[in-house]
């Protein structure tokens, strides 16, 4: 399985980004699609996460501002986040589990919030 994300950058305290993560490959076997990130000087940590029928998880410090979603057609998985924050700052890394277990890692998107 191959991943492709798309979507960061530099936005405002309060701004909005949408991050998306493309899946291709041996893509039928996928269960868990979710969205990690790693700040300087901090350990990678789950943000959020979706199974395949729709049941999500998130990290406690984004409910209530962040939204995982996915389209199983197009074996994507999208993050939408919202009232962003200075601490949001991070590389942003998308992850997929098989169901045979196998996890998978995208390359990392930056997500900068700044004024």
């Known amino acids: 399985v191959q991943l492709q994300a798309s979507g960061g950058g530099l936005v405002q305290p309060g701004g909005s980004l949408r991050l998306s993560c493309a899946a291709s490959?041996?893509?039928?076997?996928?269960?868990?699609m979710g969205w990690y990130r790693q700040a300087p000087g901090h350990q990678r940590e789950l943000v959020a996460r979706i199974s395949r029928g729709g049941t999500t998880n998130y990290a406690e410090f984004v409910k209530g501002r962040f939204t995982i979603s996915r389209d199983n057609a197009k074996n994507t998985v999208y993050l939408q986040m919202s009232g962003l924050k200075g601490e949001d700052t991070a590389v942003y890394y998308c992850?997929?589990?098989?169901?045979?277990?196998?996890?998978?890692w995208g390359q990392g998107t930056l997500v900068t919030v700044s004024s």
């Open positions: 992850n997929v589990n098989s169901v045979s277990g196998n996890q998978y």
């Open positions: 490959g041996v893509t039928f076997s996928i269960s868990l």
